[in-house]
Every structure is written in C-alpha cells, then in structure tokens.
C-alpha cells in the first residue's frame, strides 16, 4: 500500500459543484485551486494530504468503483446504475441535502387505463398480438431498468438506449415508455407523460461515498477523519441548539430524566449551582423549555453555534468499519 494522500473526487461543474463546494465550505472546508477554474486538480484550504480532483458525474463514479478516488460526491442513481456490485465497492457514508431526483418509469398520459407496474404486461401482450414486436422502453438507466422491471414480473419488453432527451422518445416514436430521471415532473408533463403509481425506481440525492477498493494509506485515513470530523461538527451543530438557564439545585435531580427523554445532554453533567447547560435537538428545544420552567428554571437562552464535535462522530466510525 503505497503512503497516498487522500482522493477527494467532486462535480467539476455546474449547480452540484457550486452545492458542493458550498456543503464542504458550512464545515470550514474550502477547496483551492491554484490555476482557478480550469485547473481540474485542487486543495482543500488549511487541511493537508487530501487532493481533490474535479470531474464529471460519471467519471467520478468510475473512480470510486477503481479505487482511484478515495471518497467523492456523486448521485446514488448513478452509483447503482454504473456499478453492478456496488454494496461491495462504495460505502454511502451521508446524504447531502442536495442534487434530488427520481428515477421513474413514464407512459403516455393517454394510457388512461395504464397506472401500475402490472398493466405493463397488458401493454407488453397487446403489442405482441398487434404488432409482432416487443414494448420499447427509453433510457440511460438500463441496468436500474432491468433490475426494476425483473422484481416487477416484467419481461417481454426492449430497452432503447438514449443518447438525447429521453422524454421524447414515445412522441417520436423510437419508443413507447421511458425510464428517465426527474425532479418536479413538469418536463414529463410538458411532454405528455405520466409517472406510475408505483413507477419511482428510486429516489436519490448527491451523497458522500467512499470506496472500499481504494488504498487507504494512513495519511489517507487521518485525512477522512479530519474531513469527516468537521463534516459531523457542522452537521450536528445545525440540528442542535444549547440551553442555558438558572435553576435551584435543589430542584436539579430531575434534570438528567428529563434531558434524556428528550434528545438532551448535560455536557457538563448535572449542575453543581445555579447555572443549567444543555445540548437539545433543535426539534424538541421547546419542550425542553417547557420542561425547565416547570422546574422554575429563569433566564432560559437558547442559542445556535458553528460546530458541535462529540468524542467520536458517526460518519468516521462508518468508514473505518468498512475499510477495517
């Protein structure tokens, strides 16, 4: 195993670079590159071993599948659609908030009486009969495509590679459904398509992945931790708040019952004097409130903060089990 620094691969271009760069940025994680935009190489600012190299989509995926890239930013769409044993080469460590879309099967709006994965076999057999030929579905996601359709019962179909806008394809007539990507379905609709009851083959995001192929070297995995630590820091910092509050001690015993009932912590343990410091969930800072002035607490504040580090962060902990 040679002694390499960490692979960081992102999208080059585009609204996912910019979501990108700014999910890593909340976390205090900057990318640099020195020749500017052009420069499809790069650093992480104030962070050392870790090279980030910016790319396509696709060719992201390839590196993660290879090993040539230690962790990256990609979809889970094409995760499963490029790689056939993909539980086995990447790790999905977090979503990130960003990059939604579904990966949907879409007929004609006049199938009137087509609304399910099953009334696809009436479609199939009728074309059959009809016409001699097989159905034609459209699509860049023909092994999703086929993995879909094979847990559905279908068979009698054909897939058509696309190679341009997908949702054109039944009103040219190259094909009679497709299998395409979407996010609000209004291009589907303009179209004149229609999304299937229980069409949606996935619903996928932008993630971090890691791969298990890649060659963690040592200054690799104390790269990943530092990455991943303030990853954590950020992203627990976001969903929780800290309550400070004046509380009789006498009154304090019930605290740790009540903190723990709610998602709370005591990260100072329970109070010595007067003064009360908790870390709630955002979600339930209220009922904490609540539960404190019951306790004729005075003063409460809640406040957010930049970074919350716990001794050991779920993500990091992700990594090491799969990469042993």
């Known amino acids: 195993m040679t002694d390499s620094p960490l692979i960081l691969a992102v999208p080059s271009k585009g609204r996912l670079q910019e979501n990108a760069a700014a999910f890593f940025a909340r976390a205090g994680l900057v990318f640099s590159q020195s020749r500017g935009a052009r420069d499809y190489r790069g650093t992480l600012k104030g962070v050392p071993d870790v090279e980030v190299a910016f790319l396509s989509a696709s ?52 199938w009137i009486d087509v609304r399910n994965m099953a009334d696809l076999d009436e479609v199939a057999a009728d074309l059959r009969a009809r016409h001699g030929r097989k159905m034609r579905v459209a699509t860049k996601y023909v092994n999703l495509t086929r993995r879909f359709f094979a847990e559905k019962g279908i068979a009698d179909y054909l897939i058509v590679e696309s190679l341009g806008a997908t949702e054109g394809a039944p009103g040219a007539g190259s094909a009679e459904l497709i299998v395409d990507i979407t996010t609000t379905g209004a291009t589907l609709a303009a179209n004149a398509l229609k999304i299937l009851d229980d069409g949606v083959m996935l619903r996928s995001e932008a993630n971090l992945v890691a791969s298990a192929r890649a060659p963690w070297s040592e200054r690799a995995r104390t790269a990943a931790k530092s990455v991943l630590t303030r990853i954590t820091a950020e992203e627990e910092a976001r969903d929780s708040r800290e309550i400070r509050a004046s509380l009789d001690p006498s009154r304090a015993s019930a605290l740790p019952a009540i903190a723990q009932g709610l998602g709370a912590s005591l990260p100072y343990g329970s109070p010595a004097g007067r003064e009360v410091v908790l870390h709630c969930p955002a979600s339930s800072m209220f009922d904490m409130v609540a539960a404190l002035q019951e306790l004729g607490a005075q003063d409460i504040t809640i406040r957010t903060f930049d970074y919350l580090f716990r001794p050991t962060n779920a993500l990091t902990e992700r990594l090491l089990r799969r990469i042993g």
């Open 59 to 110: 060719e992201i995926v390839n590196q993660l599948a290879t090993g040539a890239a230690h962790l990256g930013i990609t979809g889970e769409d094409l995760i499963r659609e490029q790689i056939p044993d993909a539980d086995e080469a990447v790790e999905i460590l977090t979503p990130l908030g960003f990059g939604n879309a579904n990966v949907v099967v879409a007929v004609p709006q006049a």
